[in-house]
């Protein structure tokens, strides 16, 4: 990027800070960090340990995010203006590297903090589950969902988030059937809920001698982790718990794997990657209350026993994106129609610019 570009995309990034700005009303946040310190000073803070940590979140956000993390834009948009004045009238390559590196990781931030204005519901500051499910053309569709998951970790190792695998099933041919990250952050569920549907791949296949070309589907199922503060009560009879029981006392390597199985709706969540038999059961209930809190907002209806099983229905069932290999490259969202030829970024995780264009897409229909 020469000078001159540098420019223009500082003048951008200059329009996109001055709509941050308008969106900083000082007195609001300071009237509401006043508000969330008297919250803190109560005795009873900590009797209820996910709200507790809820609003410590929303504290660092307030100050952190919406205040400290505008004023260093502003102070590095200044640092690049300032380094263009000079490299004006020098040819100091050192300085035109630090200011093209600077640019980079301002843009970077910014893109990140305009996809964040996009995202007006409550849900969507929450963390989520994503879940990947292979299709049924055997071994390639395996190794499609493996590719997926792998995908997903990346973004959220990229955006800096909390991921854990929380379930995981292993298919024949190397790749997976089935797997569940937990991804742990502010704004996760409002990023990727754009990723629920099925992703379609198009390649070579690897597992046939005859180098054909091959069409894989995988499903993937974003919702939002279930929140401790809300009472959810699953009742006992509608529950099928199998544990992995050992006989004797020579077990050098114990099994710690849990199934449970919701009757009424029939998801059968399968737990394995924690130390203990408890531990796994806690997170599948906790994962099978995730996806029947989904279910309820989806159906509308206020109790579990209130689901319409003949009702469910997936969202990852329609086909969003197509992932091309062969005979040329390319990625194109079927909902925006957003394309890139950067095929090997999007599979290390880099899919911004299709939640970006979504998101757009859907604030635009509900204007």
Not at 141 to 164: E, I, T
């Amino acid at each position: 990027m020469e000078i001159p570009e540098i420019k223009r995309e500082v003048e951008r990034l200059a329009n996109i800070l001055g709509k941050a700005e308008d969106c900083l009303d000082q007195g609001e946040l300071t009237a509401r960090i006043q508000e969330l310190d008297k919250i803190i000073a109560q005795a009873n803070f900590w009797t209820n340990p996910a709200p507790a940590y809820q609003i410590l979140q929303e504290i660092e956000y307030l100050i952190f995010y919406r205040q400290e993390k505008y004023r260093r834009w502003c102070a590095i948009l200044e640092d690049i203006k300032a380094a263009l004045e000079l490299l004006q009238s020098s040819n100091d390559q050192q300085l035109f590297q630090e200011t093209q590196l600077n640019l980079k990781h301002l843009q970077e931030e910014l893109e990140i903090a305009e996809i964040q204005q996009l995202l007006s519901h409550p849900d969507d500051q929450m963390g989520a589950l994503v879940t990947i499910t292979a299709g049924v053309s055997g071994a390639d569709a395996q190794s499609w969902a493996d590719v997926l998951m792998r995908l997903y970790f990346n973004w959220g190792k990229n955006h800096n988030y909390q991921v854990h695998l929380v379930e995981i099933v292993d298919g024949d041919g190397g790749g997976i059937n089935y797997a569940t990250w937990e991804i742990i952050g502010r704004y996760v569920y409002g990023f990727l809920k754009s990723e629920t549907g099925t992703h379609q791949l198009q390649r070579i296949s690897p597992f046939n001698a005859n180098g054909t070309l091959q069409t894989s589907l995988a499903r993937v199922e974003v919702i939002t982790i279930w929140d401790e503060s809300i009472n959810l009560e699953i009742p006992e009879k509608d529950l099928e718990i199998s544990k992995w029981r050992w006989h004797g006392e020579n077990v050098n390597r114990p099994e710690t794997w849990v199934k449970v199985f919701h009757i009424p709706t029939g998801i059968t969540i399968f737990c394995d990657q924690e130390r203990s038999q408890m531990q796994n059961q806690e997170q599948a209930l906790a994962i099978l209350k995730s996806k029947l809190w989904a279910l309820m907002h989806a159906q509308g209806v206020q109790n579990v026993g209130e689901i319409q099983s003949s009702r469910i229905k997936s969202l990852s069932n329609e086909l969003i994106r197509e992932y091309i290999l062969h005979p040329y490259t390319r990625i194109k969202d079927l909902r925006t129609n957003v394309e890139t030829t950067s095929v090997t970024e999007v599979l290390n995780g880099n899919i911004d610019l299709f939640i970006k264009a979504y998101l757009q897409q859907q604030h635009q229909n509900q204007e």
